[in-house]
Protein backbone atom coordinates (compact mmCIF):
# COMPACT_ATOMS: atom_id res chain seq x y z
CA UNK A 1 0.00 0.00 0.00
CA UNK A 2 1.44 3.31 -1.35
CA UNK A 3 0.66 6.99 -1.63
CA UNK A 4 1.54 8.96 -3.84
CA UNK A 5 2.46 13.01 -2.82
CA UNK A 6 4.39 15.92 -4.05
CA UNK A 7 7.23 17.10 -3.03
CA UNK A 8 9.28 20.18 -3.48
CA UNK A 9 11.19 18.33 -5.74
CA UNK A 10 8.95 16.04 -7.72
CA UNK A 11 6.09 13.55 -7.17
CA UNK A 12 6.81 10.50 -4.36
CA UNK A 13 5.87 7.37 -3.31
CA UNK A 14 5.86 6.59 0.00
CA UNK A 15 4.84 3.25 1.52
CA UNK A 16 1.84 3.59 3.81
CA UNK A 17 3.33 2.30 7.24
CA UNK A 18 5.96 4.99 7.06
CA UNK A 19 3.22 8.12 6.11
CA UNK A 20 1.51 6.49 9.20
CA UNK A 21 4.60 6.64 11.53
CA UNK A 22 4.89 10.33 10.49
CA UNK A 23 1.94 11.21 11.05
CA UNK A 24 0.58 9.75 14.11
CA UNK A 25 4.55 10.47 15.73
CA UNK A 26 2.90 14.24 14.82
CA UNK A 27 0.09 14.15 16.19
CA UNK A 28 1.02 13.11 19.75
CA UNK A 29 3.71 15.48 19.98
CA UNK A 30 0.92 17.96 18.90
CA UNK A 31 -1.33 16.50 21.39
CA UNK A 32 1.86 17.12 24.16
CA UNK A 33 2.17 20.46 23.31
CA UNK A 34 -1.09 21.59 23.25
CA UNK A 35 -1.82 19.86 27.29
CA UNK A 36 -0.87 22.46 29.13
CA UNK A 37 -3.73 24.94 27.38
CA UNK A 38 -6.37 22.05 26.75
CA UNK A 39 -6.04 21.34 30.87
CA UNK A 40 -6.92 24.85 31.39
CA UNK A 41 -9.63 25.28 29.39
CA UNK A 42 -10.81 22.26 30.56
CA UNK A 43 -10.69 23.30 34.39
CA UNK A 44 -12.74 26.36 32.68
CA UNK A 45 -15.58 24.68 31.20
CA UNK A 46 -15.63 22.70 34.09
CA UNK A 47 -16.36 25.91 36.03
CA UNK A 48 -18.80 27.05 34.05
CA UNK A 49 -21.00 23.90 33.79
CA UNK A 50 -21.32 23.44 37.69
CA UNK A 51 -18.02 21.14 38.25
CA UNK A 52 -16.51 23.67 40.07
CA UNK A 53 -12.57 23.52 40.68
CA UNK A 54 -12.77 25.55 43.90
CA UNK A 55 -13.22 22.16 46.67
CA UNK A 56 -16.13 22.42 48.84
CA UNK A 57 -15.58 23.41 52.85
CA UNK A 58 -14.36 20.53 55.28
CA UNK A 59 -18.21 19.23 56.85
CA UNK A 60 -16.40 17.52 59.48
CA UNK A 61 -17.44 19.94 61.90
CA UNK A 62 -20.77 20.11 60.33
CA UNK A 63 -22.54 21.33 57.43
CA UNK A 64 -22.61 25.13 58.74
CA UNK A 65 -19.99 26.28 56.01
CA UNK A 66 -20.75 28.33 53.11
CA UNK A 67 -20.10 27.22 49.65
CA UNK A 68 -20.69 29.86 48.05
CA UNK A 69 -18.05 31.08 44.84
CA UNK A 70 -17.43 34.82 43.72
CA UNK A 71 -19.20 36.16 40.23
CA UNK A 72 -15.70 37.43 39.07
CA UNK A 73 -15.14 34.35 36.53
CA UNK A 74 -18.52 33.61 35.31
CA UNK A 75 -19.98 37.49 35.46
CA UNK A 76 -16.51 39.02 33.48
CA UNK A 77 -15.70 35.92 31.14
CA UNK A 78 -19.85 36.42 29.58
CA UNK A 79 -19.60 39.49 29.46
CA UNK A 80 -16.94 40.01 27.41
CA UNK A 81 -18.04 37.13 24.87
CA UNK A 82 -21.68 38.95 24.81
CA UNK A 83 -20.08 42.35 24.67
CA UNK A 84 -17.60 41.23 21.71
CA UNK A 85 -20.39 38.98 20.15
CA UNK A 86 -23.03 42.08 20.41
CA UNK A 87 -20.76 44.01 18.34
CA UNK A 88 -20.31 41.81 15.28
CA UNK A 89 -23.72 40.82 14.85
CA UNK A 90 -24.39 44.58 14.68
CA UNK A 91 -21.71 44.87 12.29
CA UNK A 92 -22.11 42.05 9.95
CA UNK A 93 -24.17 44.23 7.25
CA UNK A 94 -21.13 46.82 7.11
CA UNK A 95 -18.06 44.82 8.03
CA UNK A 96 -15.65 45.34 5.48
CA UNK A 97 -15.16 47.06 2.24
CA UNK A 98 -12.83 46.26 -0.54
CA UNK A 99 -10.44 49.09 -2.57
CA UNK A 100 -8.19 48.12 -5.72
CA UNK A 101 -5.51 49.60 -7.60
CA UNK A 102 -6.39 48.78 -10.56
CA UNK A 103 -9.83 47.94 -10.91
CA UNK A 104 -13.51 49.49 -10.80
CA UNK A 105 -15.80 47.19 -10.48
CA UNK A 106 -13.66 44.19 -9.18
CA UNK A 107 -14.37 44.76 -5.60
CA UNK A 108 -17.64 44.94 -5.98
CA UNK A 109 -17.63 41.71 -7.24
CA UNK A 110 -15.24 40.66 -4.09
CA UNK A 111 -17.99 41.90 -1.86
CA UNK A 112 -20.89 40.06 -3.46
CA UNK A 113 -18.83 37.01 -3.70
CA UNK A 114 -17.90 37.39 -0.08
CA UNK A 115 -21.82 37.51 0.78
CA UNK A 116 -22.67 34.35 -1.21
CA UNK A 117 -19.83 32.64 0.72
CA UNK A 118 -21.14 33.42 4.42
CA UNK A 119 -24.25 32.51 3.43
CA UNK A 120 -23.54 29.03 2.30
CA UNK A 121 -21.11 28.00 4.76
CA UNK A 122 -22.94 30.80 8.12
CA UNK A 123 -19.64 32.43 8.44
CA UNK A 124 -20.44 34.69 10.98
CA UNK A 125 -21.74 31.38 13.51
CA UNK A 126 -18.55 30.22 13.21
CA UNK A 127 -16.66 33.55 14.42
CA UNK A 128 -19.14 33.78 16.85
CA UNK A 129 -17.87 30.24 18.45
CA UNK A 130 -14.07 31.35 17.49
CA UNK A 131 -14.91 34.19 20.06
CA UNK A 132 -15.77 32.30 22.81
CA UNK A 133 -13.34 29.58 22.32
CA UNK A 134 -10.38 32.30 22.14
CA UNK A 135 -11.97 34.30 25.40
CA UNK A 136 -10.77 30.63 26.56
CA UNK A 137 -7.79 29.45 24.93
CA UNK A 138 -6.46 32.41 24.36
CA UNK A 139 -6.25 31.66 19.98
CA UNK A 140 -9.29 32.15 17.94
CA UNK A 141 -9.02 29.71 15.53
CA UNK A 142 -11.27 28.68 12.47
CA UNK A 143 -11.33 25.81 9.43
CA UNK A 144 -11.51 26.90 5.89
CA UNK A 145 -11.78 24.09 3.86
CA UNK A 146 -13.31 22.49 0.68
CA UNK A 147 -14.10 18.83 1.23
CA UNK A 148 -16.35 15.96 2.02
CA UNK A 149 -19.04 16.47 4.64
CA UNK A 150 -22.28 14.07 5.37
CA UNK A 151 -25.58 16.03 6.30
CA UNK A 152 -28.45 14.57 8.34
CA UNK A 153 -29.74 12.30 5.92
CA UNK A 154 -26.30 10.58 5.61
CA UNK A 155 -25.80 11.96 2.44
CA UNK A 156 -21.95 12.48 1.26
CA UNK A 157 -21.40 16.46 -0.12
CA UNK A 158 -18.67 18.25 -1.17
CA UNK A 159 -19.22 21.82 0.35
CA UNK A 160 -16.93 24.63 1.20
CA UNK A 161 -16.53 24.44 5.14
CA UNK A 162 -16.17 27.13 8.01
CA UNK A 163 -15.58 25.74 11.52
CA UNK A 164 -14.28 27.00 14.61
CA UNK A 165 -11.70 24.57 15.75
CA UNK A 166 -12.76 23.46 19.67
CA UNK A 167 -10.04 24.11 21.54
CA UNK A 168 -10.10 20.66 23.38
CA UNK A 169 -10.23 19.46 19.94
CA UNK A 170 -7.75 21.40 18.24
CA UNK A 171 -3.73 21.44 18.40
CA UNK A 172 -1.25 23.76 17.03
CA UNK A 173 2.52 23.26 17.00
CA UNK A 174 4.64 26.33 18.44
CA UNK A 175 6.07 27.26 15.24
CA UNK A 176 2.99 27.05 13.43
CA UNK A 177 4.02 24.27 10.20
CA UNK A 178 1.57 21.38 11.59
CA UNK A 179 -2.27 21.64 12.68
CA UNK A 180 -4.47 18.91 13.48
CA UNK A 181 -8.08 18.49 14.86
CA UNK A 182 -10.39 15.95 16.00
CA UNK A 183 -14.11 15.60 15.30
CA UNK A 184 -16.05 12.44 16.60
CA UNK A 185 -19.18 10.91 14.68
CA UNK A 186 -21.66 8.67 14.96
CA UNK A 187 -20.33 4.97 13.67
CA UNK A 188 -23.16 4.90 10.59
CA UNK A 189 -21.68 8.39 9.50
CA UNK A 190 -17.99 6.82 9.86
CA UNK A 191 -19.07 4.40 7.28
CA UNK A 192 -20.15 6.83 4.95
CA UNK A 193 -17.29 8.95 4.98
CA UNK A 194 -14.93 5.75 4.82
CA UNK A 195 -16.54 5.25 0.99
CA UNK A 196 -13.84 8.28 0.20
CA UNK A 197 -10.83 6.83 2.19
CA UNK A 198 -7.96 5.18 -0.07
CA UNK A 199 -6.92 2.89 2.75
CA UNK A 200 -9.74 2.23 5.32
CA UNK A 201 -9.76 -0.26 7.91
CA UNK A 202 -11.20 -3.24 7.48
CA UNK A 203 -13.10 -3.08 9.96
CA UNK A 204 -14.62 0.41 11.53
CA UNK A 205 -14.53 0.08 15.30
CA UNK A 206 -15.93 2.43 17.42
CA UNK A 207 -13.36 4.57 19.90
CA UNK A 208 -11.79 3.27 22.60
CA UNK A 209 -12.99 6.44 25.14
CA UNK A 210 -11.02 4.66 28.19
CA UNK A 211 -7.22 6.25 25.96
CA UNK A 212 -8.72 9.71 25.87
CA UNK A 213 -9.41 11.14 29.85
CA UNK A 214 -10.09 14.42 28.53
CA UNK A 215 -13.24 13.34 27.35
CA UNK A 216 -14.22 10.67 29.18
CA UNK A 217 -14.35 13.66 32.41
CA UNK A 218 -17.21 14.74 30.59
CA UNK A 219 -18.76 11.24 30.82
CA UNK A 220 -21.19 9.59 33.04
CA UNK A 221 -19.52 6.45 34.05
CA UNK A 222 -22.12 4.27 32.35
CA UNK A 223 -21.05 5.93 28.72
CA UNK A 224 -17.38 5.38 29.29
CA UNK A 225 -17.50 2.18 27.80
CA UNK A 226 -20.59 2.07 25.25
CA UNK A 227 -19.02 4.43 23.09
CA UNK A 228 -20.97 4.68 19.72
CA UNK A 229 -18.84 7.21 17.64
CA UNK A 230 -15.70 6.95 15.70
CA UNK A 231 -12.85 9.50 16.20
CA UNK A 232 -11.61 11.10 12.96
CA UNK A 233 -8.24 13.67 12.89
CA UNK A 234 -7.25 15.46 10.49
CA UNK A 235 -3.07 17.10 10.15
CA UNK A 236 -2.30 18.98 8.19
CA UNK A 237 2.06 19.73 7.34
CA UNK A 238 4.50 18.74 5.52
CA UNK A 239 6.01 15.36 5.30
CA UNK A 240 9.62 15.65 5.88
CA UNK A 241 12.23 12.54 6.13
CA UNK A 242 15.70 11.92 7.14
CA UNK A 243 17.04 12.32 3.03
CA UNK A 244 15.91 16.19 2.90
CA UNK A 245 12.65 15.38 1.20
CA UNK A 246 9.95 18.00 2.39
CA UNK A 247 6.19 17.53 0.71
CA UNK A 248 4.22 20.16 -0.34
CA UNK A 249 0.98 20.85 2.22
CA UNK A 250 -0.67 17.99 3.19
CA UNK A 251 -3.64 16.61 4.80
CA UNK A 252 -3.43 13.42 6.50
CA UNK A 253 -6.50 11.74 8.04
CA UNK A 254 -6.12 9.33 11.00
CA UNK A 255 -8.93 7.05 12.33
CA UNK A 256 -8.98 6.41 15.74
CA UNK A 257 -5.80 7.94 16.54
CA UNK A 258 -4.33 4.35 15.18
CA UNK A 259 -5.03 4.00 11.35
CA UNK A 260 -3.36 6.48 8.75
CA UNK A 261 -6.57 6.00 6.23
CA UNK A 262 -5.29 8.90 3.48
CA UNK A 263 -3.19 11.17 2.58
CA UNK A 264 -4.10 14.58 -0.05
CA UNK A 265 -2.34 17.20 -1.42
CA UNK A 266 -3.51 20.23 -0.21
CA UNK A 267 -4.71 22.37 -2.98
CA UNK A 268 -6.60 25.92 -1.73
CA UNK A 269 -5.37 28.29 -4.52
CA UNK A 270 -3.56 30.58 -2.21
CA UNK A 271 -1.45 27.92 -1.21
CA UNK A 272 -2.13 28.20 2.36
CA UNK A 273 -3.06 26.06 5.18
CA UNK A 274 -7.38 25.53 6.03
CA UNK A 275 -6.60 26.57 9.10
CA UNK A 276 -6.32 30.68 10.45
CA UNK A 277 -5.42 31.05 13.70
CA UNK A 278 -4.40 34.27 15.74
CA UNK A 279 -3.83 34.49 19.77
CA UNK A 280 -6.35 36.76 21.96
CA UNK A 281 -4.12 39.43 22.69
CA UNK A 282 -0.75 39.10 20.79
CA UNK A 283 1.75 36.62 19.30
CA UNK A 284 4.01 37.05 22.06
CA UNK A 285 1.37 37.00 24.91
CA UNK A 286 -0.13 33.23 25.03
CA UNK A 287 -2.22 33.65 27.91
CA UNK A 288 -5.90 33.97 27.36
CA UNK A 289 -8.57 36.43 29.14
CA UNK A 290 -10.08 34.18 31.18
CA UNK A 291 -6.36 32.99 32.36
CA UNK A 292 -6.10 36.35 33.29
CA UNK A 293 -8.70 36.96 35.78
CA UNK A 294 -8.79 32.97 37.07
CA UNK A 295 -6.69 33.31 39.75
CA UNK A 296 -8.31 36.17 41.20
CA UNK A 297 -11.73 33.93 40.70
CA UNK A 298 -10.15 31.55 42.95
CA UNK A 299 -8.74 33.97 45.60
CA UNK A 300 -11.85 35.85 45.53
CA UNK A 301 -14.26 32.78 46.37
CA UNK A 302 -11.94 31.77 49.11
CA UNK A 303 -12.03 35.16 50.89
CA UNK A 304 -15.84 35.67 50.37
CA UNK A 305 -16.23 32.21 52.15
CA UNK A 306 -14.19 32.83 54.64
CA UNK A 307 -15.65 36.39 55.39
CA UNK A 308 -19.65 34.89 55.60
CA UNK A 309 -18.20 32.69 57.83
CA UNK A 310 -17.06 34.88 60.08
CA UNK A 311 -20.22 36.68 59.49
CA UNK A 312 -22.34 33.54 60.69
CA UNK A 313 -20.22 32.46 63.59
CA UNK A 314 -20.56 36.29 64.75
CA UNK A 315 -23.94 36.07 64.99
CA UNK A 316 -24.17 32.19 67.06
CA UNK A 317 -23.92 32.13 70.80
CA UNK A 318 -22.19 29.69 72.63
CA UNK A 319 -23.09 28.46 76.24
CA UNK A 320 -20.44 27.62 79.14
CA UNK A 321 -22.26 25.30 81.91
CA UNK A 322 -21.08 25.42 85.38
CA UNK A 323 -22.47 21.44 86.07
CA UNK A 324 -21.98 22.10 89.98
CA UNK A 325 -24.30 24.86 89.83
CA UNK A 326 -26.96 22.19 88.24
CA UNK A 327 -30.00 20.76 90.54
CA UNK A 328 -29.66 17.50 88.74
CA UNK A 329 -26.25 16.65 86.91
CA UNK A 330 -28.16 14.11 85.04
CA UNK A 331 -30.92 16.66 83.36
CA UNK A 332 -30.71 17.36 79.90
CA UNK A 333 -32.25 20.63 79.01
CA UNK A 334 -32.36 22.22 75.76
CA UNK A 335 -31.72 26.20 76.10
CA UNK A 336 -34.36 27.82 74.67
CA UNK A 337 -36.87 30.90 75.44
CA UNK A 338 -38.23 30.68 78.85
CA UNK A 339 -36.52 27.52 79.54
CA UNK A 340 -36.07 26.74 83.49
CA UNK A 341 -33.19 25.41 84.87
CA UNK A 342 -32.71 24.19 88.31
CA UNK A 343 -29.69 25.30 90.49
CA UNK A 344 -28.29 24.89 93.43
CA UNK A 345 -25.84 27.89 93.76
CA UNK A 346 -26.01 31.41 93.50
CA UNK A 347 -23.89 31.51 90.94
CA UNK A 348 -25.31 31.83 86.83
CA UNK A 349 -25.34 28.15 85.97
CA UNK A 350 -24.78 28.91 81.85
CA UNK A 351 -22.81 31.83 80.52
CA UNK A 352 -23.53 32.86 76.94
CA UNK A 353 -20.73 34.31 74.55
CA UNK A 354 -20.08 34.77 71.23
CA UNK A 355 -18.44 32.54 69.23
CA UNK A 356 -16.61 34.86 67.02
CA UNK A 357 -16.08 38.59 66.38
CA UNK A 358 -16.53 40.00 62.67
CA UNK A 359 -13.10 42.48 61.73
CA UNK A 360 -14.45 44.73 58.96
CA UNK A 361 -10.82 45.45 58.61
CA UNK A 362 -10.60 42.17 55.86
CA UNK A 363 -13.12 44.12 53.57
CA UNK A 364 -10.88 46.39 51.70
CA UNK A 365 -8.87 43.00 51.15
CA UNK A 366 -11.74 41.97 49.04
CA UNK A 367 -11.99 44.86 47.43
CA UNK A 368 -8.10 44.94 46.19
CA UNK A 369 -8.96 41.66 44.50
CA UNK A 370 -11.70 43.11 42.80
CA UNK A 371 -10.23 46.09 41.84
CA UNK A 372 -6.79 43.69 39.96
CA UNK A 373 -9.40 41.35 38.60
CA UNK A 374 -11.13 45.08 36.35
CA UNK A 375 -7.59 46.37 35.67
CA UNK A 376 -6.37 42.58 34.29
CA UNK A 377 -9.93 42.55 32.70
CA UNK A 378 -10.33 45.93 31.33
CA UNK A 379 -13.92 45.76 32.27
CA UNK A 380 -14.29 47.98 34.45
CA UNK A 381 -18.15 48.75 36.40
CA UNK A 382 -18.55 51.30 34.31
CA UNK A 383 -18.26 49.88 31.22
CA UNK A 384 -20.54 47.20 31.91
CA UNK A 385 -23.46 49.95 32.99
CA UNK A 386 -23.24 48.58 36.80
CA UNK A 387 -23.39 50.78 39.93
CA UNK A 388 -19.87 51.30 40.92
CA UNK A 389 -18.65 50.07 44.71
CA UNK A 390 -16.68 53.53 45.27
CA UNK A 391 -20.09 55.18 46.13
CA UNK A 392 -20.75 57.91 43.96
CA UNK A 393 -18.42 58.94 41.22
CA UNK A 394 -17.80 61.74 39.05
CA UNK A 395 -18.73 62.25 35.75
CA UNK A 396 -15.37 63.20 34.75
CA UNK A 397 -13.83 59.67 36.69
CA UNK A 398 -17.07 57.80 35.24
CA UNK A 399 -16.10 59.15 31.49
CA UNK A 400 -12.02 58.63 32.12
CA UNK A 401 -12.39 55.04 33.24
CA UNK A 402 -14.77 54.32 30.58
CA UNK A 403 -12.50 55.91 27.72
CA UNK A 404 -9.25 54.30 28.94
CA UNK A 405 -10.59 50.66 28.98
CA UNK A 406 -12.79 51.55 25.99
CA UNK A 407 -9.38 52.29 24.16
CA UNK A 408 -8.26 48.30 25.38
CA UNK A 409 -11.16 46.61 23.95
CA UNK A 410 -10.52 48.62 21.00
CA UNK A 411 -6.61 47.13 20.56
CA UNK A 412 -8.08 43.99 20.99
CA UNK A 413 -10.83 44.17 18.61
CA UNK A 414 -8.34 45.83 15.87
CA UNK A 415 -6.15 43.14 16.07
CA UNK A 416 -9.04 40.50 15.54
CA UNK A 417 -10.38 42.27 12.50
CA UNK A 418 -7.43 43.40 10.53
CA UNK A 419 -5.08 39.71 11.41
CA UNK A 420 -8.34 37.18 11.93
CA UNK A 421 -11.30 38.75 9.95
CA UNK A 422 -9.43 40.06 6.99
CA UNK A 423 -7.50 36.71 6.09
CA UNK A 424 -10.75 34.78 7.10
CA UNK A 425 -12.61 37.00 3.61
CA UNK A 426 -9.18 36.44 1.50
CA UNK A 427 -9.51 32.51 2.08
CA UNK A 428 -13.16 32.32 1.83
CA UNK A 429 -13.58 34.87 -1.37
CA UNK A 430 -10.34 32.32 -2.51
CA UNK A 431 -11.86 29.25 -2.05
CA UNK A 432 -15.87 30.38 -3.58
CA UNK A 433 -13.97 31.48 -6.68
CA UNK A 434 -11.74 28.16 -7.04
CA UNK A 435 -14.99 25.74 -6.49
CA UNK A 436 -17.93 27.96 -7.23
CA UNK A 437 -16.45 29.89 -10.10
CA UNK A 438 -19.47 29.14 -12.58
CA UNK A 439 -22.28 29.75 -10.35
CA UNK A 440 -20.54 32.68 -9.88
CA UNK A 441 -20.51 33.59 -12.76
CA UNK A 442 -23.74 31.93 -14.59
CA UNK A 443 -25.77 33.32 -11.62
CA UNK A 444 -26.53 36.59 -12.23
CA UNK A 445 -25.18 37.92 -9.51
CA UNK A 446 -22.50 40.01 -10.70
CA UNK A 447 -23.56 43.49 -12.72
CA UNK A 448 -22.11 43.64 -16.57
CA UNK A 449 -19.34 46.05 -15.51
CA UNK A 450 -18.21 43.63 -12.86
CA UNK A 451 -18.63 40.44 -14.88
CA UNK A 452 -16.66 42.22 -17.42
CA UNK A 453 -13.62 42.69 -15.03
CA UNK A 454 -14.01 39.07 -14.11
CA UNK A 455 -14.03 37.59 -17.23
CA UNK A 456 -10.97 39.84 -17.92
CA UNK A 457 -9.03 38.32 -15.33
CA UNK A 458 -10.39 34.49 -15.94
CA UNK A 459 -9.64 34.66 -20.04
CA UNK A 460 -5.65 36.39 -18.88
CA UNK A 461 -5.19 32.97 -17.22
CA UNK A 462 -6.64 30.56 -19.27
CA UNK A 463 -4.31 32.50 -22.16
CA UNK A 464 -1.43 31.62 -20.18
CA UNK A 465 -2.76 27.98 -19.51
CA UNK A 466 -3.38 28.58 -15.45
CA UNK A 467 -6.37 27.90 -13.94
CA UNK A 468 -9.29 30.15 -14.56
CA UNK A 469 -9.70 31.70 -10.91
CA UNK A 470 -5.40 32.39 -10.70
CA UNK A 471 -5.59 36.11 -11.24
CA UNK A 472 -9.22 36.77 -9.24
CA UNK A 473 -7.45 34.91 -6.06
CA UNK A 474 -3.19 36.97 -6.85
CA UNK A 475 -5.55 40.25 -6.97
CA UNK A 476 -7.03 39.41 -4.04
CA UNK A 477 -4.31 39.00 -2.31
CA UNK A 478 -1.92 41.49 -4.02
CA UNK A 479 -3.39 43.76 -5.49
CA UNK A 480 -6.87 44.40 -3.39
CA UNK A 481 -6.98 46.31 0.31
CA UNK A 482 -9.73 45.02 2.33
CA UNK A 483 -10.57 47.71 5.45
CA UNK A 484 -12.09 45.69 8.46
CA UNK A 485 -14.28 48.49 10.51
CA UNK A 486 -17.89 46.12 11.34
CA UNK A 487 -16.72 45.80 14.99
CA UNK A 488 -14.54 48.97 15.95
CA UNK A 489 -17.19 51.28 13.26
CA UNK A 490 -19.86 49.98 16.15
CA UNK A 491 -17.36 51.91 18.98
CA UNK A 492 -16.55 53.99 16.69
CA UNK A 493 -20.17 55.16 15.86
CA UNK A 494 -21.26 55.12 19.87
CA UNK A 495 -18.57 57.76 20.38
CA UNK A 496 -19.72 60.08 17.18
CA UNK A 497 -23.26 59.46 18.61
CA UNK A 498 -22.72 60.76 21.76
CA UNK A 499 -20.25 63.81 21.10
CA UNK A 500 -23.99 64.76 18.32
CA UNK A 501 -25.65 64.55 21.49
CA UNK A 502 -23.54 66.51 23.42
CA UNK A 503 -23.06 69.27 20.72
CA UNK A 504 -27.32 69.63 20.42
CA UNK A 505 -27.21 69.61 24.30
CA UNK A 506 -24.92 72.94 24.71
CA UNK A 507 -26.59 74.39 21.62
CA UNK A 508 -29.83 74.12 23.53
CA UNK A 509 -27.97 75.43 26.64
CA UNK A 510 -26.56 78.71 24.59
CA UNK A 511 -29.71 78.94 22.41
CA UNK A 512 -27.78 78.32 19.18
CA UNK A 513 -30.33 75.53 18.02
CA UNK A 514 -31.66 77.47 14.76
CA UNK A 515 -27.91 77.49 13.87
CA UNK A 516 -27.40 73.51 13.49
CA UNK A 517 -28.44 71.70 10.69
CA UNK A 518 -30.90 69.26 12.29
CA UNK A 519 -32.31 67.31 9.30
CA UNK A 520 -28.54 66.69 8.42
CA UNK A 521 -27.92 65.51 12.18
CA UNK A 522 -30.93 63.46 12.32
CA UNK A 523 -30.13 61.53 9.35
CA UNK A 524 -26.79 61.19 10.81
CA UNK A 525 -28.55 59.80 13.99
CA UNK A 526 -30.34 57.54 12.09
CA UNK A 527 -27.59 56.23 9.92
CA UNK A 528 -25.56 55.56 13.21
CA UNK A 529 -29.16 53.30 15.00
CA UNK A 530 -28.97 51.59 11.66
CA UNK A 531 -32.08 52.87 10.67
CA UNK A 532 -33.70 53.98 7.15
CA UNK A 533 -32.52 57.82 6.86
CA UNK A 534 -35.50 58.38 4.30
CA UNK A 535 -37.73 58.29 7.30
CA UNK A 536 -36.49 61.97 7.93
CA UNK A 537 -37.18 64.60 5.24
CA UNK A 538 -36.50 67.86 4.38
CA UNK A 539 -39.86 70.21 5.19
CA UNK A 540 -41.52 71.98 1.93
CA UNK A 541 -41.38 76.13 1.86
CA UNK A 542 -44.73 76.51 2.82
CA UNK A 543 -44.24 73.96 6.17
CA UNK A 544 -41.26 76.13 6.80
CA UNK A 545 -43.10 79.65 6.71
CA UNK A 546 -45.92 77.81 8.85
CA UNK A 547 -43.56 76.58 10.75
CA UNK A 548 -41.93 80.15 11.65
CA UNK A 549 -45.69 81.81 11.92
CA UNK A 550 -46.16 79.62 15.04
CA UNK A 551 -43.05 80.57 16.37
CA UNK A 552 -43.79 84.10 15.50
CA UNK A 553 -46.67 83.77 17.46
CA UNK A 554 -45.07 81.61 20.58
CA UNK A 555 -42.74 84.90 20.81
CA UNK A 556 -45.73 87.30 20.32
CA UNK A 557 -47.77 85.93 23.17
CA UNK A 558 -44.50 85.91 25.52
CA UNK A 559 -43.63 88.85 25.03
CA UNK A 560 -47.42 90.09 25.80
CA UNK A 561 -47.18 88.38 28.61
CA UNK A 562 -44.05 89.49 30.06
CA UNK A 563 -44.86 92.92 29.07
CA UNK A 564 -48.37 93.28 31.19
CA UNK A 565 -46.80 91.53 33.93
CA UNK A 566 -44.24 94.54 33.75
CA UNK A 567 -47.13 96.71 33.61
CA UNK A 568 -48.54 95.61 36.88
CA UNK A 569 -45.42 95.42 38.67
CA UNK A 570 -44.96 99.69 37.74
CA UNK A 571 -48.74 100.24 39.10
CA UNK A 572 -48.12 98.65 42.02
CA UNK A 573 -46.77 102.04 44.68
CA UNK A 574 -44.66 99.75 47.00
CA UNK A 575 -42.55 97.67 43.75
CA UNK A 576 -41.77 101.29 42.24
CA UNK A 577 -40.37 102.09 45.32
CA UNK A 578 -37.99 99.78 45.53
CA UNK A 579 -37.37 100.09 41.44
CA UNK A 580 -36.71 103.91 42.10
CA UNK A 581 -33.63 102.45 44.47
CA UNK A 582 -32.35 100.18 40.74
CA UNK A 583 -32.31 102.27 37.60
CA UNK A 584 -31.49 99.67 35.63
CA UNK A 585 -34.28 97.30 36.27
CA UNK A 586 -36.77 100.35 36.08
CA UNK A 587 -35.54 101.24 32.81
CA UNK A 588 -35.72 97.22 31.59
CA UNK A 589 -39.19 96.70 32.88
CA UNK A 590 -40.29 100.02 31.05
CA UNK A 591 -38.32 98.92 27.73
CA UNK A 592 -40.45 95.22 27.76
CA UNK A 593 -43.92 97.52 27.93
CA UNK A 594 -42.61 99.89 25.42
CA UNK A 595 -41.61 96.82 23.04
CA UNK A 596 -44.76 95.18 23.29
CA UNK A 597 -46.90 98.24 22.68
CA UNK A 598 -45.11 99.07 19.64
CA UNK A 599 -45.69 95.60 18.84
CA UNK A 600 -49.31 95.56 19.49
CA UNK A 601 -49.51 98.58 17.50
CA UNK A 602 -47.66 97.27 13.95
CA UNK A 603 -50.12 94.13 14.51
CA UNK A 604 -53.09 96.46 14.26
CA UNK A 605 -51.65 98.48 11.69
CA UNK A 606 -51.04 95.13 9.79
CA UNK A 607 -54.40 93.90 10.31
CA UNK A 608 -55.85 96.94 9.28
CA UNK A 609 -54.23 97.31 6.25
CA UNK A 610 -55.18 93.08 4.91
CA UNK A 611 -58.68 94.43 5.96
CA UNK A 612 -58.36 97.39 3.07
CA UNK A 613 -56.61 95.24 0.72
CA UNK A 614 -58.99 92.15 0.76
CA UNK A 615 -62.07 95.22 0.22
Known sequence: MFFNITAVNGELTLPKEELETFALSV???LQSVSQPRRSRVIDYLAELNGNSAIPNPDDATGNWRTNIKSSI??????????????????STKSLLSFESKKYTYLPSAYRKVFNLGVYKTSLFEAIDKALWYGILSGELAILLDADYTIDEWDDVEFTIVAKALNPLQYYKSSDNQFYAYDIFLPIEKVKGLSKLWKYPPEKLEVYNLTTDKDRTDFLISSMKDRSTYGKITYVFGRYVNSEGEVSLPLKFTIYNDKYLVDVENILHADKQFPVISISFYSEDM??????LIWDYYKEDSRIMRAIVDRAILSTTMGFEINTSALASKDETFTVKPFTVIKTVSDQPAIRPF???????????????????AQNVSALTEFLMGQPT???RPTAKEVALKTQMNQSVISTIINRIED?????????LISLMFQYHLNEIINSGMLEPSELKEVNELINMAILENREPYYYLVKELYKGTVIKVEG???????KEELENILNVIEMSSNLGLVPYLNMVEIFKKIFQILQLDAELVRIPTPEELQAMAKVQLEKQKISEELTASISEQFLQDKEILSKLAQDPESLLA????????????????????????NSD
Request: proline share 2%; charged share 20%; no cysteine.
Open 487 to 493: MSGVIKQ
Open 354 to 372: SMASFDPNVLPVRQLILQE
Open 286 to 291: QLSYSD
Open 27 to 29: YRE
Open 389 to 391: SKG
Open 589 to 612: YIQMVANAKVSQAQQLKGDADGNS
Open 73 to 90: FFQKTLFAYLYLRALLHK
Open 419 to 427: EFIARITRK
